[in-house]
């Protein structure tokens, strides 16, 4: 099995800033793409960016400019940088990581969540 972690939710004040941390821990062999998703109240979940094993990030256009996604492979973990907050990123963040076993199967994993308010 595989837990995904994530940390550093909490209260911000508009234009503040937030860093988020996902640790993967488990049955790991190697983390593929790494990603982090938000959701709403009565709003799907989206995602907010992604990164590659390699290090190649990519972002949803609500965030470009003010988020930076990274990843440290030896300790698995992946992080959110979120600069400039507004009101409208309230929401629950979501830590995402296909995962491949020591058995060689490939699984997507899920966080439990950390809620980011965002005060105007």
């Known amino acids: 099995q595989v837990q995904l972690v994530e940390s550093g939710g909490g209260l911000v004040q508009a234009g503040g800033s937030l860093r988020l941390s996902c640790a993967a821990s488990?049955?790991?062999?190697?983390?593929?793409?790494m990603a982090w998703y938000r959701q709403a109240p009565g709003q799907q979940r989206r995602s907010v960016a992604a990164?590659?094993?390699?290090?190649?990030?990519n972002y949803a256009d609500s965030v470009k400019g003010r988020f930076t996604i990274s990843r440290d492979n030896a300790k698995n973990t992946v992080y959110l940088q979120m600069n400039s907050l507004k009101p409208e990123d309230t929401a629950v963040y979501y830590c995402?990581?296909?995962?491949?076993?020591?058995?060689?199967?490939?699984?997507?994993?899920w966080g439990k969540g950390t809620l980011v308010t965002v005060s105007s």
């Open positions: 995402y990581a296909r995962v491949t076993t020591p058995d060689y199967y490939t699984m997507d994993y």
């Open positions: 488990g049955s790991i062999f190697s983390i593929n793409a």
């Open positions: 990164i590659t094993s390699g290090g190649s990030p």
